[in-house]
């Protein structure tokens, strides 16, 4: 936990106002900076809105981000109301008429998911670039999530663009999208970045695109949630990605959680603790309808626990398992964890909550009052 948030949530703001969602800019900043000057001379970066799109975050990451990416109209909208300057590629599959349309009016790159979709863009008969969203069928074993079924176009679909481009020459190709895959390290991110750029270069210049094509390589790097100190390994990334690139080529990358997740954390107060069939239970205030990470990823949350537990139930030196306000037994934060010591009224602090948390999570079930929103905006 940084020292800023460890103030926060032991101080006097925290006791009329959690749960809370309490974010660090000051580490957001420092951590977007590290990863620009890793990647410095390497590919693009666009920071994917949908890990968390909140207007702050977004104004802490622009200034070491070359864009943003969105993937809805509505993300399109409030991106371009909080950043009114910042460039903005839109992808996403199934795209209404109205996104298309608006996407042809606000953004820099528009990456196509299917040869329909390719169509109805050139239908609007209007100036717009565009990206060929690929889906390769490399090894994605070890992932967390392969981005496989109905993502982009496979190889033989993607053929069906160039007719369709041949045609509508107000339709402009730029390059290749590929997003593969999340949950890669440094390593497999490279050897996935290596085979996208090996079918993409043939092809583009087979679809003669050969003046400055653009390679997009995706998001998905790695973060570990059972060790947050356990970061992607930027420095090795950029520069052996930056080495991979071409003379007059643009290469980008577009990671979402991987820049934001570290900023965040969900802070709240044990209500109850419990024993039952020979099970430590401690009840927290909120639960997954406000950081439904734990539950998607059926993983622990990691936590810090601050004591301020007053003569309550507690437990000690043994395995509990932390959970929400919510009548399902889904409403786990973590299970099992050993801790020294856990009683009604201590503070806990969940980390790695700044991405994939609060907007990944279904706000309304049980009618529980939403969590506070904090910005500590000094020294982290
Ligand atoms: C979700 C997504 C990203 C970001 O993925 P992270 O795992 O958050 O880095 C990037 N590109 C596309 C197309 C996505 O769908």
């Not at 666009?46 to 070491?64: E, F, G, Q, S, T």
């Not at 009016?105 to 998911?113: F, L, N, P, S, T």
């Not at 299917?114 to 609007?124: G, H, M």
């Not at 690139?245 to 990671?255: N, V």
Request: hydrophobic share 45%.
């Amino acid at each position: 936990m940084t020292d800023a948030v460890r103030r926060w949530a032991g101080g006097p703001a925290a006791n009329d106002d959690l749960p809370a969602f309490v974010y660090d800019l000051g580490a957001l900043r420092e951590h977007a900076a590290g990863i620009r000057a890793a990647l410095a001379g390497g590919p693009e970066i666009l920071y994917a809105a949908k890990a968390n799109p909140d207007a702050r975050i977004l104004a802490a990451v622009a200034p070491y981000v070359d864009g943003i990416e969105v993937a809805s109209g509505g993300e399109l909208a409030h991106v371009r109301s909080a950043l009114p300057q910042t460039r903005l590629a839109f992808g996403g599959p199934g795209k209404t008429d109205a996104e298309l349309a608006l996407a042809v009016r606000e953004a820099e790159r528009v990456h196509v998911e299917s040869p329909y979709e390719l169509t109805r863009l050139a239908d609007l008969r209007t100036d717009v670039d565009v990206l060929l969203r690929v889906n390769l069928a490399g090894d994605r074993r070890g992932v967390a999530l392969a981005m496989s079924g109905p993502f982009g176009m496979d190889p033989d679909a993607i053929e069906e663009c160039r007719e369709i481009l041949a045609r509508a020459p107000w339709v402009r190709l730029r390059g290749v999208h590929a997003h593969l895959a999340s949950g890669l390290d440094a390593d497999a991110m490279l050897r996935q970045s290596a085979e996208i750029l090996q079918w993409a270069r043939p092809w583009l210049d087979k679809a003669g695109c050969t003046d400055a094509p653009e390679v997009n390589l995706g998001g998905g790097m790695a973060v570990d949630y059972s060790d947050p100190s356990r970061r992607f390994d930027w420095a090795t990334y950029g520069s052996e990605v930056a080495s991979m690139a071409q003379p007059g080529e643009t290469l980008r990358i577009e990671p979402g959680r991987a820049v934001s997740v570290y900023a965040g954390w969900y802070v709240t107060r044990v209500l109850d603790v419990k024993k039952a069939h020979g099970q430590w239970y401690a009840v927290l205030q909120g639960g997954t309808h406000h950081i439904r990470t734990p539950a998607t990823k059926n993983h622990d949350q990691p936590f810090t626990v601050l004591p301020q537990g007053g003569n309550g139930p507690s437990v000690g030196e043994a395995p509990v398992t932390l959970v929400g306000q919510l009548c399902t037994p889904k409403d786990v934060f973590a299970r099992d964890i050993r801790v020294s010591h856990l009683a009604v009224g201590d503070v806990v602090a969940f980390a790695m909550a700044g991405a994939y948390a609060w907007n990944i999570s279904h706000h309304d079930f049980l009618m529980h009052p939403k969590p506070g929103f904090h910005y500590l905006d000094g020294p982290s």
